[in-house]
């Protein structure tokens, strides 16, 4: 089964990552642009950081197999320096344009502070404006009222709900996304926020549709491989194949493909791996015998 992770920040993990997601059937991914654990102090950080997400890591992850996709935002941690938030705000247009930009986001709440709002609605505005989805992640304190909030805001701005989804959900979340037309990410993490088991248990009383599940795995303690950890653990639950592959495949490529920037035709077409290649003059290769697929 050919699966998708529709959340996970690539360019924190390394081509041993890479391998096993192929390996285990990972064949494309969706990298979100995130903060860098802590905050950037320069608008040009950004320009440059967004440059490696459609330019370097596609190239990195095409290298090993895997269709890397990305979606374009400043996320809520660094919303309070004003000077940067507006200076990124006017460069996005631009990569919001870009192939491979599937989505604005991750955007959302953290704190739920005023200046939070207001880049949160900006970025909502300009998902509006280049007819694109919005992913939007729910704050890690106060996920409840985060999530509602979020819904409002949603509203607020008149974003179709079938464009937005709504990550890192809990049992706590999920039938309030549910209640509304948004579709409803899980991060499944080691030991916390949400596990295997628990989503096998979602999956069996809310079903299939509309759901996604990722591993948001980064620079922290996570995992790369829980998309297809998690797929076993539903088939030893007794999950049909056909919800399976719904959620892990189906799902993530119907909510991004409202982008227009990417289809399963696409992304079901064997990639060819050619280690030949080179990006602006460099390897993934440290002098090891390139691997070539016909
Ligand atoms: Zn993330």
Not at 251 to 263: T, V
Request: hydrophobic share 40%.
């Amino acid at each position: 089964m050919k699966m998708f992770d529709p959340h996970i920040h690539m360019t924190s993990r390394t081509t041993d990552d890479y391998q096993a997601m192929a390996a285990a059937g990972i064949a494309a991914v969706v990298e979100p642009a995130f903060w860098l654990g802590q905050p950037r102090t320069h608008v040009g950080s950004f320009e440059d950081y967004f440059l490696s997400l459609v330019g370097w890591e596609r190239f990195r992850a095409a290298q090993f197999g895997i269709r890397h996709f990305c979606t374009i935002a400043i996320n809520p941690k660094e919303a309070n320096n004003r000077y940067l938030a507006e200076g990124v705000l006017e460069l996005m247009p631009r990569y919001l344009e870009k192939d491979g930009v599937v989505a604005v986001g991750e955007i959302g709440y953290d704190d739920m502070t005023d200046a939070e709002e207001r880049l949160f609605g900006a970025q909502l505005e300009l998902a509006v404006e280049h007819a694109l989805p919005v992913l939007i992640h729910t704050p890690h304190r106060d996920k409840k009222r985060g999530t509602e909030r979020s819904l409002a805001l949603v509203r607020e701005h008149g974003i179709a709900e079938d464009k937005v989804l709504i990550d890192h959900n809990t049992e706590e979340t999920l039938p309030l996304v549910l209640e509304t037309g948004c579709w409803a990410g899980h991060s499944i993490y080691p030991d916390t926020k949400m596990d295997e088991a628990r989503m096998v248990a979602l999956v069996q009383r809310y079903g299939a549709e509309r759901i996604l599940i990722n591993s948001a795995a980064d620079w922290g303690v996570s995992d790369p491989l829980k998309v297809p950890k998690t797929v076993a653990a539903m088939r030893g639950a007794g999950i049909d194949e056909e919800a399976i592959e719904t959620i892990v495949w189906h799902n993530p490529l119907q909510f991004f493909a409202a982008s227009g920037r990417i289809s399963a035709a696409d992304v079901l077409e064997p990639s060819g791996v050619d280690q030949s290649r080179l990006w602006e003059g460099n390897s993934v290769l440290r002098g090891q015998t390139p691997r070539v697929d016909d």
